[in-house]
T-cell receptor, first 114, second 112 residues
Framework: GAGVSQSPSNKVTEKGKDVELRCDPI?????LYWYRQSLGQGLEFLIY????????KSGLPSDRFSAERTGGSVSTLTIQRTQQEDSAVYLC????????????FGPGTRLTVT | AQKITQTQPGMFVQEKEAVTLDCTYD???????LFWYKQPSSGEMIFLIY??????QNATEGRYSLNFQKARKSANLVISASQLGDSAMYFC?????????FGSGTQLTVLP
Protein backbone atom coordinates (compact mmCIF):
# COMPACT_ATOMS: atom_id res chain seq x y z
CA GLY A 1 0.00 0.00 0.00
CA ALA A 2 0.97 3.65 -0.30
CA GLY A 3 3.19 5.09 2.37
CA VAL A 4 3.47 8.65 3.63
CA SER A 5 4.17 11.07 0.85
CA GLN A 6 5.53 14.60 1.05
CA SER A 7 5.88 17.36 -1.46
CA PRO A 8 7.94 19.00 -2.67
CA SER A 9 10.97 16.81 -2.13
CA ASN A 10 13.23 19.84 -2.36
CA LYS A 11 12.48 23.51 -1.95
CA VAL A 12 14.86 26.42 -2.35
CA THR A 13 13.49 29.77 -1.33
CA GLU A 14 14.73 33.25 -0.67
CA LYS A 15 14.88 34.63 2.82
CA GLY A 16 11.63 36.36 3.69
CA LYS A 17 9.40 34.30 1.41
CA ASP A 18 6.62 32.02 2.63
CA VAL A 19 6.67 28.27 1.93
CA GLU A 20 4.12 25.49 2.18
CA LEU A 21 5.06 21.88 2.72
CA ARG A 22 2.55 19.12 2.18
CA CYS A 23 2.10 15.72 3.80
CA ASP A 24 -0.20 12.89 2.75
CA PRO A 25 -0.37 10.34 5.57
CA ILE A 26 -1.16 6.67 5.25
CA UNK A 27 -4.88 6.22 4.74
CA UNK A 28 -6.67 5.54 8.01
CA UNK A 29 -3.88 6.80 10.23
CA UNK A 30 -5.35 9.16 12.78
CA UNK A 31 -2.12 10.60 14.17
CA LEU A 32 0.14 12.88 12.17
CA TYR A 33 3.43 14.45 13.24
CA TRP A 34 5.72 17.07 11.80
CA TYR A 35 9.41 17.02 12.69
CA ARG A 36 12.46 18.95 11.60
CA GLN A 37 15.94 17.49 11.21
CA SER A 38 18.98 19.65 10.79
CA LEU A 39 22.11 18.22 9.20
CA GLY A 40 23.59 15.40 11.29
CA GLN A 41 21.09 15.89 14.09
CA GLY A 42 18.19 13.99 15.59
CA LEU A 43 14.56 14.94 15.31
CA GLU A 44 12.98 18.16 16.52
CA PHE A 45 9.27 17.79 17.15
CA LEU A 46 7.11 20.54 15.68
CA ILE A 47 3.42 19.68 15.84
CA TYR A 48 1.06 16.74 16.35
CA UNK A 49 -2.48 16.08 15.11
CA UNK A 50 -4.73 13.35 16.47
CA UNK A 51 -8.16 12.91 14.96
CA UNK A 52 -10.42 15.86 15.64
CA UNK A 53 -8.58 16.94 18.77
CA UNK A 54 -6.84 20.29 19.04
CA UNK A 55 -3.28 19.94 17.71
CA UNK A 56 -0.28 19.92 20.01
CA LYS A 57 1.71 22.91 18.78
CA SER A 58 4.21 22.92 21.62
CA GLY A 59 7.17 22.24 19.33
CA LEU A 60 6.67 25.07 16.87
CA PRO A 61 9.76 27.29 17.18
CA SER A 62 8.06 30.60 16.43
CA ASP A 63 4.78 32.12 15.32
CA ARG A 64 6.10 32.07 11.76
CA PHE A 65 5.32 28.35 11.76
CA SER A 66 1.80 27.01 11.45
CA ALA A 67 0.16 23.81 10.29
CA GLU A 68 -3.26 22.54 9.50
CA ARG A 69 -4.78 19.21 8.74
CA THR A 70 -7.82 19.14 6.54
CA GLY A 71 -10.45 16.42 6.83
CA GLY A 72 -8.26 14.42 9.14
CA SER A 73 -5.94 13.53 6.29
CA VAL A 74 -3.64 15.86 4.34
CA SER A 75 -1.55 18.30 6.33
CA THR A 76 0.21 21.50 5.31
CA LEU A 77 3.07 23.08 7.22
CA THR A 78 3.50 26.78 6.47
CA ILE A 79 6.57 28.82 7.26
CA GLN A 80 6.16 32.55 6.85
CA ARG A 81 8.99 35.02 6.27
CA THR A 82 11.56 32.21 6.07
CA GLN A 83 14.94 32.65 7.70
CA GLN A 84 18.21 30.88 6.96
CA GLU A 85 17.97 28.96 10.22
CA ASP A 86 14.77 27.35 8.89
CA SER A 87 16.89 25.35 6.44
CA ALA A 88 16.45 21.68 7.35
CA VAL A 89 14.70 18.51 6.29
CA TYR A 90 11.05 18.57 7.32
CA LEU A 91 9.70 15.11 8.04
CA CYS A 92 6.10 14.07 8.33
CA UNK A 93 5.02 10.85 10.04
CA UNK A 94 1.72 9.14 10.62
CA UNK A 95 0.66 6.52 13.08
CA UNK A 96 -2.45 4.37 13.33
CA UNK A 97 -3.03 5.42 16.92
CA UNK A 98 -1.80 7.78 19.54
CA UNK A 99 1.47 7.18 21.39
CA UNK A 100 3.41 4.02 21.95
CA UNK A 101 3.00 2.97 18.36
CA UNK A 102 5.46 3.08 15.57
CA UNK A 103 5.44 6.04 13.26
CA UNK A 104 5.73 5.79 9.51
CA PHE A 105 7.75 8.52 7.93
CA GLY A 106 7.62 10.23 4.60
CA PRO A 107 10.75 10.92 2.56
CA GLY A 108 10.92 14.50 3.82
CA THR A 109 11.17 17.91 2.23
CA ARG A 110 14.61 19.47 2.12
CA LEU A 111 14.17 23.20 2.60
CA THR A 112 17.01 25.55 1.77
CA VAL A 113 16.64 29.24 2.55
CA THR A 114 19.13 31.41 0.69
CA ALA B 1 11.92 15.30 30.43
CA GLN B 2 13.83 12.37 29.11
CA LYS B 3 17.48 12.10 28.20
CA ILE B 4 18.78 9.65 25.62
CA THR B 5 22.41 8.65 25.34
CA GLN B 6 23.93 6.79 22.43
CA THR B 7 27.60 6.63 23.29
CA GLN B 8 28.83 5.32 19.96
CA PRO B 9 28.80 8.06 17.34
CA GLY B 10 30.28 5.66 14.79
CA MET B 11 30.49 1.88 14.57
CA PHE B 12 31.99 -0.48 12.03
CA VAL B 13 31.09 -4.12 11.56
CA GLN B 14 32.12 -6.75 9.08
CA GLU B 15 29.40 -8.08 6.82
CA LYS B 16 27.68 -11.18 8.26
CA GLU B 17 28.83 -10.42 11.80
CA ALA B 18 26.63 -9.28 14.67
CA VAL B 19 26.77 -5.80 16.14
CA THR B 20 25.34 -4.18 19.26
CA LEU B 21 24.32 -0.53 19.32
CA ASP B 22 24.05 0.97 22.78
CA CYS B 23 21.25 3.12 24.11
CA THR B 24 20.68 4.36 27.63
CA TYR B 25 17.96 6.69 28.72
CA ASP B 26 16.74 8.55 31.71
CA UNK B 27 13.03 8.74 32.33
CA UNK B 28 10.84 9.02 35.40
CA UNK B 29 7.93 7.30 33.68
CA UNK B 30 6.99 3.85 34.88
CA UNK B 31 5.40 2.79 31.63
CA UNK B 32 7.01 3.51 28.32
CA UNK B 33 7.90 1.89 25.03
CA LEU B 34 11.34 1.59 23.50
CA PHE B 35 11.73 2.32 19.82
CA TRP B 36 14.61 1.96 17.43
CA TYR B 37 14.62 3.63 14.05
CA LYS B 38 17.06 3.53 11.17
CA GLN B 39 17.87 6.32 8.73
CA PRO B 40 19.91 5.34 5.65
CA SER B 41 21.68 7.93 3.55
CA SER B 42 18.54 8.28 1.45
CA GLY B 43 17.04 10.10 4.44
CA GLU B 44 13.96 7.99 5.08
CA MET B 45 13.29 7.21 8.74
CA ILE B 46 12.39 3.55 9.16
CA PHE B 47 10.85 1.91 12.22
CA LEU B 48 12.76 -1.22 13.29
CA ILE B 49 11.58 -2.60 16.59
CA TYR B 50 9.53 -1.78 19.67
CA UNK B 51 9.37 -3.11 23.22
CA UNK B 52 7.08 -2.09 26.06
CA UNK B 53 8.75 -1.44 29.37
CA UNK B 54 6.63 -4.14 31.05
CA UNK B 55 7.31 -6.78 28.43
CA UNK B 56 9.22 -9.60 30.07
CA GLN B 57 10.74 -11.03 26.94
CA ASN B 58 13.15 -9.12 24.78
CA ALA B 59 11.61 -8.10 21.48
CA THR B 60 12.79 -9.74 18.27
CA GLU B 61 12.04 -8.69 14.73
CA GLY B 62 13.89 -10.67 12.09
CA ARG B 63 17.59 -9.92 12.45
CA TYR B 64 16.90 -7.23 15.04
CA SER B 65 16.58 -7.87 18.75
CA LEU B 66 16.53 -5.72 21.84
CA ASN B 67 18.69 -6.34 24.87
CA PHE B 68 16.45 -4.55 27.35
CA GLN B 69 17.66 -4.05 30.90
CA LYS B 70 15.02 -1.96 32.64
CA ALA B 71 16.88 -1.51 35.93
CA ARG B 72 19.87 -0.13 34.04
CA LYS B 73 17.63 1.89 31.71
CA SER B 74 19.39 0.33 28.79
CA ALA B 75 17.93 -0.86 25.50
CA ASN B 76 20.66 -2.02 23.18
CA LEU B 77 19.88 -3.04 19.61
CA VAL B 78 21.50 -6.22 18.35
CA ILE B 79 21.72 -6.75 14.60
CA SER B 80 22.67 -10.27 13.63
CA ALA B 81 24.27 -11.25 10.33
CA SER B 82 24.91 -7.68 9.23
CA GLN B 83 24.23 -6.76 5.65
CA LEU B 84 25.63 -3.92 3.57
CA GLY B 85 22.15 -2.38 3.54
CA ASP B 86 22.29 -2.04 7.30
CA SER B 87 24.68 0.88 6.92
CA ALA B 88 22.71 3.81 8.31
CA MET B 89 22.16 6.08 11.27
CA TYR B 90 20.37 4.37 14.14
CA PHE B 91 18.27 6.21 16.70
CA CYS B 92 16.64 4.99 19.90
CA UNK B 93 13.80 6.55 21.89
CA UNK B 94 12.26 5.48 25.20
CA UNK B 95 8.88 6.62 23.95
CA UNK B 96 7.63 8.12 27.18
CA UNK B 97 6.65 11.20 25.25
CA UNK B 98 4.06 11.02 22.50
CA UNK B 99 6.46 12.40 19.95
CA UNK B 100 9.80 10.86 19.11
CA UNK B 101 12.82 12.46 20.72
CA PHE B 102 16.05 11.25 19.26
CA GLY B 103 19.59 12.01 20.22
CA SER B 104 22.41 12.28 17.76
CA GLY B 105 22.32 8.55 16.99
CA THR B 106 24.94 6.01 15.97
CA GLN B 107 26.31 5.81 12.44
CA LEU B 108 26.77 2.14 11.54
CA THR B 109 28.96 1.18 8.60
CA VAL B 110 28.94 -2.41 7.40
CA LEU B 111 32.18 -3.39 5.68
CA PRO B 112 32.26 -5.92 2.81
Amino acid sequence: GAGVSQSPSNKVTEKGKDVELRCDPISGHTALYWYRQSLGQGLEFLIYFQGNSAPDKSGLPSDRFSAERTGGSVSTLTIQRTQQEDSAVYLCASSPRDSSYEQYFGPGTRLTVT
Amino acid sequence: AQKITQTQPGMFVQEKEAVTLDCTYDTSDQSYGLFWYKQPSSGEMIFLIYQGSYDEQNATEGRYSLNFQKARKSANLVISASQLGDSAMYFCDPGSARQLTFGSGTQLTVLP
